[in-house]
């Protein structure tokens, strides 16, 4: 069985493209908190706030983008997706002008509200394209482009953004006049409006490149039940339900990850931002490498077995990042990233995989509202490092490993699944 039949090659591909795009939007936020708390000398709580606008939009656009698809189309929503997502790159300019940090936050907010419209979209059409049976193995392939998004991010955030910062500190910016503060906090800010002004153009010329390409199901004709009938059908499936509380918790522990590791590393080092990202990137990496390694495991093991084996996974190396110190701690940090690297798709397709497809589209809304773990558990680690340090703040992705391991163990008492994939 195919997992993705000849006719559907080039649509799968550009959808798959969106997925590359969010994830540079995603990563280039994490670097975002290292650039903020420099810039503006913030604390790690004020810096979680990029997070909070970020994931919070996720929430707040998520439900509307779903019940949008259903008024009309995938191909609709993804349009619209990348015209939001534009525009909030394009309001980087005047929240740099402005030098204003609020004002950054709403450019944020609107940019993640169109990654939202985008991942609402985008995750159930790649699993329309093709048979339920393959569907999660489908989503791991289109999810693989993520993580090289992920890498772009970083990459135009290193050499674009975290490059051009200068290296006082917040005491020492203190001591400087108001006019050359401000002259060196324009020339960090351009930097950050100035890259992400470059993505904007490339989202319009993708934006036109899908509005002149024919894509399936157009014009979506299934059978779609009222949103009453939705929710209730949707709450009383267990499978989904906690489907939902581990993704919200799986997003919590890769957003907490993320945000923390540049920090972490330059505690570690002492090394300043650009160096410490480096280790930011091989965790990229490593989260890249290992989604190719986990789709193809799925060949031979069901994904809820590999769900379980890799947040235990992820419980032991936060263990060492807790408790470890230098390379050993480090090392631990980009596994981390690594084992996280099938979780989202894996719980996206197990939560929907007993739906009927005419709760899909608000099932799939549900679980990219579930994005706001990110918003919410991200202030907390900024509260934890704040008071008792960084390191210790990294018992709540432990925590968050520990819900993700139940939902594992739940699904594959409640199927009576053996750990080997069956046929």
């Known amino acids: 069985m195919k ?36 810039i503006m000398s913030m604390s790690d709580l004020q810096t979680s706030l990029v997070q909070f606008a970020f994931y919070g939009a996720y929430f707040c ?4 983008a779903a019940l949008f698809i259903m008024r009309f189309n995938y191909k609709t929503g993804i349009l619209v997706g ?44 790649i699993l329309s394209m093709g048979s339920r049976e393959s569907a999660t193995r489908r989503l791991n392939i289109a999810q693989t482009f993520n993580p090289i998004g992920a890498i772009g991010g970083i990459l135009l955030s290193r050499h674009f953004i975290l490059s051009e910062l200068h290296e006082a500190g917040a005491e020492e910016r203190s001591l400087m006049s108001e006019q050359a503060l401000m002259d060196l906090q324009r020339h960090e800010l351009d930097a950050v409006s100035g890259t992400y002004m470059i993505i904007g153009g490339i989202l319009l010329v993708l934006f036109i490149v899908i509005l002149l390409a024919k894509m399936p199901k157009d014009r979506d004709d299934s059978d779609t039940a009222p949103l009453s009938e939705c929710f209730s059908h949707l709450w009383r499936n267990p499978n989904y339900r906690n489907g939902v509380v581990a993704q919200f918790f799986y997003v919590g522990v890769q957003t907490c990850v993320w945000s923390f590791t540049i920090r972490y590393v330059m505690a570690e080092t002492g090394s300043l931002e650009k160096e410490a990202s480096l280790i930011f990137l091989y965790s990229i990496v490593a989260f890249t490498a290992f989604r190719f390694f986990f789709t193809w495991l799925m060949k031979f093991y ?34 981390i990233s690594a084992v996280m690297s099938l979780m989202f798709p894996t719980i996206y397709g197990i939560a929907l995989g007993n739906v009927e497809e005419r709760y ?60 080997a994939y069956e046929g």
């Open 3 to 38: 997992t993705v039949e000849r006719k559907y090659w080039i649509p799968f591909l550009l959808v798959s493209l969106l997925f590359m795009l969010w994830g540079v939007a995603n990563n280039m936020n994490d670097t975002l908190l290292a650039a903020f708390k420099r």
């Open 61 to 64: 656009f998520a439900l509307p």
């Open 82 to 125: 990348l015209v939001l997502y534009a525009l909030g790159t394009l309001l980087f300019y005047p929240a740099g002008q402005a030098a204003s940090y609020p004002f950054f936050l709403f450019a944020i907010y609107v940019m993640a509200g169109g990654c939202s419209i985008l991942e609402t979209t985008a995750n159930p059409y």
């Open 302 to 335: 069901r994904p809820a077995t590999l769900l379980f084996l890799a947040s235990i996974l992820g419980i032991i190396l936060t263990g060492i990042v807790i408790v470890g110190s230098g390379t050993v701690s480090i090392v631990a940090l980009i596994g």
């Open 360 to 419: 899909t589209k608000i099932g799939a809304s549900g679980l990219i509202m579930a994005i706001l773990g990110g918003a919410v558990l991200t202030p907390l680690q900024a509260l934890i490092s704040d008071a008792y340090g960084i390191s210790l703040s990294f018992i709540l992705p432990a925590f968050c490993f520990l819900v993700i391991m139940s939902y594992g163990i739940y699904n594959l008492k409640v199927n009576k699944t053996s750990l």
